[in-house]
């Protein structure tokens, strides 16, 4: 399968897994196991585990993972504005109002 996928592809998949990882390891195995958990069982999640979920996400820094991986993807730079405003998406305090 891989003799069919271009090799700046297959560099691009390899350095978002890398940056995945990156953002993954700011968690704890604990965490990242409680997190899978609460993942997996998404649909009949109370309110205080949605809660959890989402504390646990905002660990991962979801606006800086976008950020870097469209400028990762990007064929040209992005600017610097454009990056810091990717990376203010989401706030602690407004997940936690939600």
Request: glycine share 4%; hydrophobic share 50%.
């Amino acid at each position: 399968m891989l003799r069919w996928i271009p090799l700046f592809k297959l560099v691009a998949i390899i350095q978002l897994a890398l940056l995945a990882r990156r953002h993954l390891n700011a968690l704890t195995p604990h965490e990242r196991r409680r997190m899978a958990a609460l993942a997996r069982s998404a649909p009949r999640l109370t309110a205080a585990e949605r809660r959890e979920l989402r504390e646990l996400a905002l660990k991962l820094e979801p606006g800086a993972f976008a950020g870097a991986a469209a400028n990762h993807l990007s064929p040209l730079p992005l600017p610097k504005t454009l990056r810091r405003a990717i990376g203010l998406g989401l706030t602690a305090s407004s997940l936690r109002s939600r």
